[in-house]
């Protein structure tokens, strides 16, 4: 079993920059997948990025590729999402999540990630 919680969301405006963390328990968070997912008003929870259990493989949703950034540190069990130039699209509830059933392939299908987070609200003003 894995708990996950989301820190670091907040209120800025287009152009700025927030760092999200996820705080993981459990001795097996090493061996997932984690992934960022996000979901605004009225839309369907979308992909935004995943990493490999070395994270020596990232994937990211075209949307964001070149402005989010997103890493791990299996010694702290977190995993971070560095969101710069936001735009007020990126506005949502980001979700962190665990894929217990893979190490390497970043699956990119809510559907396949077995842990989640409660989410941590990002508002990008315009």
């Known amino acids: 079993q894995v708990q996950l919680v989301e820190s670091g969301g907040g209120l800025v405006q287009a152009g700025d920059s927030l760092r999200l963390s996820c705080a993981a328990s459990?001795?097996?968070?090493?061996?997932?997948?984690m992934g960022w997912f996000r979901q605004a008003p009225g839309k369907e929870r979308e992909f935004v990025a995943g990493?490999?259990?070395?994270?020596?493989?990232?994937y990211y949703a075209d949307s964001v590729k070149g402005r989010f950034t997103i890493s791990r540190d299996n010694a702290k069990n977190t995993v971070n999402l560095q969101m710069n130039s936001l735009k007020p699209e990126d506005t949502a509830v980001y979700y962190c999540?665990?894929?217990?059933?893979?190490?390497?392939?970043?699956?990119?299908?809510?559907?396949?990630?077995?842990?989640w987070g409660q989410g941590t609200q990002v508002t990008v003003s315009s």
């Open positions: 459990g001795r097996t968070f090493s061996n997932y997948v």
């Open positions: 990493i490999s259990w070395t994270g020596g493989r990232t």
């Open positions: 999540a665990a894929d217990r059933n893979h190490r390497v392939v970043v699956a990119t299908a809510s559907h396949e990630y077995d842990y």
